[in-house]
């Protein structure tokens, strides 16, 4: 499979000197879901975002965020970041032979995305502050100096993930609902937009309806106001302050679709059960999708039997102390038949 550059070039801002900058993702499996479908009384599919080159759907945005840097000839590109959005980064400019920088809130990110930056070569600053704090920094850096952002503020950030929404219109028509975990709210401004030019003459009453999901104590979009402290096991998501907000409201408002929340339990639960009904191993984060959609199933905003896309946002390998504590602990045996027997046989 191509890069999504080259899969969707005629509906992306790319000219034929715009170099491609690709690890070649986007076309991401999706995947029929039947034990979940059953236990949530849906129609349930799981778009695998993980199987994304670093292991997220920002690859998507960051593919096309790197060829625009290196056409304007950057030296620099700079991101606050969760965890992922850093991965991405770091990778995607190393591919393009462009410096970056990084800066993330300490000792509030997944081990394996912390891992991937430094390993890319990057910059990774860890400050005392949020999220929040570091983008207002690095904004205001990219205001004094000549380094490119590549926060979703960054407008082909979201023209690269807008394609995660024509693949499943491909493949599976338009669904229902559309579930996906929200913090800044740039991929579910991006799938609205994907939707829009994907169905006929760009009929909102066409497009699925989406459903954003957050963490309670992160529940910015679902609560109306920003705030100042968030707090959630979903680290990805940890954000008090959705810099696309407005745009976040309108796609939920003209889709008539909603926003929820759901508590760091139902989180891990979720997260649990996807992995071990499905086989398929999301980041803490990405399982809000589904944690979101029981509630909204369970409160009735999602009608039984209605065809639902979740959207797994990132690989569960990004944070495997999550993994080891939330699940049951590896037993030790001495290498005997015997004591092996016994396990083994249950
Ligand atoms: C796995 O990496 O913001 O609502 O700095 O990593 O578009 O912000 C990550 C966000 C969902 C939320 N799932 O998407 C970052 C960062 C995962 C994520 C989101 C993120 P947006």
Redesign the pocket.
């Known amino acids: 499979m191509p890069g999504l550059i080259d899969r969707y070039r005629a509906r992306l801002p790319v000219g034929p000197a715009t170099p491609i900058i690709s690890l070649g993702e986007g076309s991401t499996p999706l995947l029929a879901a039947p034990r979940l479908s059953e236990l949530l009384g849906v129609d349930l599919h799981l778009k695998l975002e993980g199987a994304n080159p670093t292991g997220?759907?920002?690859d998507r945005g960051m593919t096309l965020a790197l060829s625009k840097a290196a056409e304007d000839g950057a030296r620099t590109v700079i991101?606050?970041?969760?965890?992922?959005?850093?991965a991405s980064a770091a990778a995607y400019a190393a591919r393009a032979g462009i410096r970056c920088v990084v800066v993330v809130p300490g000792g509030k990110v997944a081990l394996g995305k912390l891992a991937q930056a430094q390993a890319a070569g990057a910059v990774v600053c860890a400050i005392d502050g949020s999220?929040d704090d570091g983008l207002r920094l690095v904004l205001e850096l990219c205001e004094r100096h000549p380094i490119t952002l590549v926060n979703?503020l960054n407008p082909y950030r979201l023209e690269g993930q807008k394609t995660a929404a024509f693949e499943i219109v491909e493949e599976l028509g338009v669904p229902d609902w559309l579930a996906?975990?929200?913090?800044?709210?740039?991929?579910?401004t991006a799938y609205h937009r994907g939707f829009r030019e994907a169905v006929a003459a760009g009929d909102a009453a066409q497009c699925p309806r989406l459903l954003g999901c957050q963490a309670a104590g992160a529940a910015a979009m679902v609560r109306g106001v920003d705030i100042g402290d968030p707090e959630t096991i979903a680290t990805?998501?940890r954000?008090g302050a959705?810099i696309?907000r407005d745009e976040a409201v309108r796609a939920a408002r003209e889709s008539e679709g909603a926003f929820v929340a759901a508590a760091d339990e139902e989180i891990l639960e979720w997260y649990g059960r996807v992995s071990v009904l499905e086989g398929v191993f999301c980041?803490p984060?990405?399982a809000t999708s589904l944690a979101g959609l029981a509630r909204a199933r369970a409160d009735g905003t999602v009608e039984e039997g209605a065809r639902v896309v979740c959207v797994l946002?990132?690989h569960g390998l990004k944070d495997p102390e999550t993994a080891t504590a939330h699940s049951a602990p590896t037993l030790r045996s001495p290498a005997t038949l015997a004591a092996l027997e016994r396990i083994a046989l249950g």
């Open positions: 997220s759907f920002k991101c606050a970041s969760t965890g992922n959005t850093s999220f979703n996906l975990p929200v913090g800044n709210a740039g991929n579910i990805a998501i954000i959705p696309r980041e984060s990405s946002t990132g």
